[in-house]
């Protein structure tokens, strides 16, 4: 299993403003990917991270909005652009290796935009 | 569309009781079936399934895919309020990408 260290835990932040959250892994892993929880709602996916390449977002989801960086194989950072209160959400990153296997997942931020 | 469905949304017992939890799945490109507990952010993993038939057991949780009925079920025998929680139910396609279900919130009562 991988463990995943997430950061920060939560943060609250002006509208217009942008947040970065970095995830770093203690083990190299193939996929990284970047999930919303809205309030009361399950996980959505934003985007995979690919290393070495562009991430692939989701239906709905755009670069502009939540750049995505990952730089090597242990670490990514996704950024919330221009924050508006519909922002508001947990966002977990997950990381998985090869073949299905389950994935892990950070501990969460939890951004409240006010 | 893929689409993980979970039933009940919210379920309330009482402690020592026994519950079933519900997935099931419309999804291309099936891997495996996922069950996860969310107690505060962030998820941590239960069980992994590929195969039907073949119960995963953890002490009180079990779980069970159906590949035949497009669906699993998790299990929890002898709830504890420690068991109160999100369950989720996720499903890996081809490309290891995760489509997740609503969840069911388990609140057990002493």
């Known amino acids: 299993s991988a463990v995943i260290s997430q950061k920060p835990s939560r943060d609250i932040c002006q509208r217009g403003t942008s947040l970065t959250i970095q995830c770093q892994v203690d083990?190299?892993?193939?996929?990284m990917f970047w999930y919303r929880q809205q309030p009361g709602q399950s996980l959505t996916l934003i985007a995979t991270?690919?290393?070495?390449?562009?991430?692939?977002?989701e239906s709905g989801f755009v670069i502009d909005k939540f750049p995505i960086s990952r730089p090597n194989l242990t670490f990514s950072t996704l950024t919330v652009s221009n924050m508006s209160p519909e922002d508001s959400s947990i966002y977990l990153c997950?990381?998985?290796?090869?073949?299905?296997?389950?994935?892990?997942f950070g501990q969460g931020t939890r951004l409240t935009v006010v | 569309e893929d689409k993980v469905v979970q039933s009940p949304l919210s379920l309330v017992v009482h402690e020592g009781d026994t519950v079933t939890l519900n997935c099931s799945y419309e999804?291309?490109?099936?891997?495996?079936l996922l069950w996860y507990k969310q107690e505060k952010k962030a998820p941590t993993f239960l069980f992994m399934l590929t195969s039907s038939g073949i119960e995963k057991k953890s002490g009180r949780l079990s779980s069970i895919l159906d590949k035949k009925e497009l669906s699993s079920i998790l299990n929890i025998t002898a709830t504890q309020t420690g068991d109160s929680a999100i369950y989720l139910c996720?499903?890996?396609?081809?490309?290891?990408?995760?489509?997740f279900g609503q969840g069911t919130r388990l609140t057990i009562n002493p």
């Open positions: 999804v291309t490109n099936f891997r495996s």
């Open positions: 997950s990381a998985q290796g090869q073949g299905g296997t389950e994935a892990f």
């Open positions: 991270a690919n290393q070495g390449s562009e991430a692939t977002y």
């Open positions: 996720a499903v890996v396609q081809g490309a290891q990408k995760l489509v």
């Open positions: 083990s190299q892993v193939t996929m």
